[in-house]
């Protein structure tokens, strides 16, 4: 049961030095580059939780500040009274005297007979809601002294070498690591293989996966404790085994990842989504392509329904603006979205799991030039009565379940400042700044239609009839992403002084005619 997995242990100790190199050194990873390596809030049980996302392969979280410091250093107490024996893991490379592996202290212990890890235990369940913690291993309390350290290793078992526990329970997919005291000097968690070296506070929980989704072990989760230099670090780590999980990302029958939320998509969406074939609007005798001219500009318009309306303008933007504008987006503070209730008010959900921020235009050249843009190339919108650009990121398992972008309240109390001074949303515009690898698509269902964007199109639809009415047909669903990531942008339009509206004879439909500069 307590036989870890050290894969080719020879060749791991062999390099040994060259990670322990690492360990004083400030990595990051990707953190400077990705622009899905974001810090957010999640708010649970009152509670609100500090989380930072360090790593998208392997998945790594960091949750900020999770354990109160009074309870870590209770916790401590509670541990330094268990007889705290050193630990060894025997192998090939090892003398019973002395290990190559690991120098610590520790002991295993079950949360339900300690109050205090009772405590975290529960914490750490209402907030980490993706994993079942009853799957887990008793706690591992392990004590670093100076000079203490664990050498790079994995956390997933060998099957051959503890075949029973892992044929009866499933692999280890996930380490859940307390930190409940840190050292004064050392002691950090490096994964050398992504250039990770972590360095969490007291109270601090850094989670991550040890397996990719279909099951098997993931290479790039190899970390180590790095050696302490004065002082002594104290942590509890939990180990999450596979069998009974409902998970956020574990593989279907169909080839494709389950996620989270997936309860709030009909099959027939998620068909649309997935299959191609579904998408059938090239097909239709009324799409078309054409382009038209304005400030000298040729502007590549795609007609996917001409009512309503629902355009794709190809290549709106270039690439240096598209190039420019994902800058902007990796140095902004994203944050998990929430959606809107009848009456209002926003409230977290699996309905929609993506993170996003608001840009405001002026304040950055390279998103008031889109902002220009769009002015400019679509003249018969007004774009002066927009909201602000809101900035998206879907990673993989984000998405977002159909809905309609038109907003309703159950009376005129219930309305905020835009809904007063601006009226409803009246259209929606979405830029592609980066598109997944899989998955990731937008989808009209109403429409049977499904938008598979390039990177600097933009695509354009109404939210509203021409009796200010919702205009039903403009269901939507930003489809789940299986690989890679995707960066998209939100204009929407509102009704105050639209010179289409004033234009319009017809309270139905509005035709995608008159978003043509000649039509109107």
């Known amino acids: 049961f307590l036989n870890i997995f050290l894969a080719y242990s020879d060749e791991v100790i062999e390099f040994n030095e060259k990670i322990w190199e690492k360990c004083g050194k400030e990595l990051r990873g990707d953190s400077g580059k990705d622009v899905n390596l974001v810090c957010f809030r999640s708010s649970k049980h009152l509670l609100i939780q500090k989380v930072e996302i360090l790593s998208l392969r392997p998945f790594i979280l960091q949750y900020h500040n999770m354990v109160h410091r009074r309870l870590a250093k209770r916790s401590v107490l509670e541990a330094e009274a268990l007889q705290l024996e050193q630990l060894r893991i025997s192998g090939k490379t090892e003398t019973p005297e002395k290990s190559q ?5 520790g002991t295993w212990l079950i949360h339900t007979k300690r109050p ?4 975290i235990f529960w914490n750490l369940q209402v907030n ?15 004590s670093y002294n100076s000079e203490g350290y664990y050498a790079p290793h994995y956390d997933f078992l060998n099957p051959e070498t503890n075949k029973v526990l892992v044929e009866s329970r499933g692999n280890r997919i996930a380490t859940v ?69 409902e998970f956020s990302l574990p593989y279907t029958s169909n080839g494709k990842d389950s996620f989270e939320g997936e309860e709030y998509w009909y099959e027939q969406y998620l068909d649309l989504c997935d299959n191609v074939a579904k998408d059938t609007t090239w097909q239709w005798r009324r799409a078309v392509c054409f382009e038209y001219l304005i400030s000298f500009q040729a502007v590549k318009v795609e007609v996917i329904s001409w009512s309503p309306g629902l355009v794709i303008y190809r290549d709106m933007f270039t690439k240096k603006q598209v190039l420019d504008y994902i800058e902007i987006m990796k140095h902004q503070d994203f944050e998990e979205q929430q ?20 840009i405001i235009a002026p304040d950055f050249p390279a998103a008031l030039s889109i902002w220009k843009t769009v002015k400019i190339l679509i003249p018969t919108l007004n774009i002066e009565s927009s909201e602000d650009i809101v900035a998206l990121s879907y990673i ?37 700044f980066e598109t997944a690898e899989l998955g ?10 499904a938008i598979r964007p390039n990177t600097g199109d933009a695509f354009f639809w109404f939210n509203a009839m021409g009796n200010t009415k919702q205009e039903d047909l403009s269901d939507h669903g930003g489809c789940p992403i299986y690989e890679g990531k995707k960066s998209i942008s939100t ?23 008159w978003l043509i500069p000649d039509h109107f």
Request: charged share 20%.
């Open 128 to 142: 980490i809601r993706a994993l079942d913690l009853s799957t887990a291993e008793p706690w591992q309390i392990l």
């Open 491 to 513: 204009i929407w339009f509102r009704m105050k002084n639209q010179p289409i509206l004033t234009k319009l004879l017809n309270p139905g439909h509005i035709s995608a005619r």
């Open 396 to 432: 993989r398992g984000g998405h977002y379940a159909a809905h309609h972008d038109f907003l309703e309240y159950p009376s005129e109390k219930e309305w905020d400042g835009w809904m007063k001074d601006y009226g409803n949303r009246f259209g929606t515009l979405i830029m592609a």
């Open 101 to 105: 592996v690991r120098a610590a202290n």
């Open 177 to 245: 690591l307390v930190i409940l005291q840190i050292a004064k000097k050392g002691g950090t968690t490096v994964f050398p293989k992504i250039n990770i070296n972590i360095r969490p506070k007291i109270g601090d929980v850094v989670v991550w996966l040890n397996t990719v989704p279909d099951g098997e072990s993931d290479s790039q989760t190899l970390h180590a404790a790095c050696p302490i230099k004065e002082g002594t670090k104290i942590g509890a780590t939990l180990w999450v085994h596979a069998n009974g999980q």
């Open 116 to 119: 205090n890890f009772a405590k």
């Open 440 to 449: 990731g698509a937008t989808i009209f269902p109403s429409l049977n239609a």
């Open 339 to 358: 959606v809107v209730n009848d009456d209002g008010t926003e409230y977290y959900s699996k309905y929609r799991k993506a993170n996003g921020t608001q």
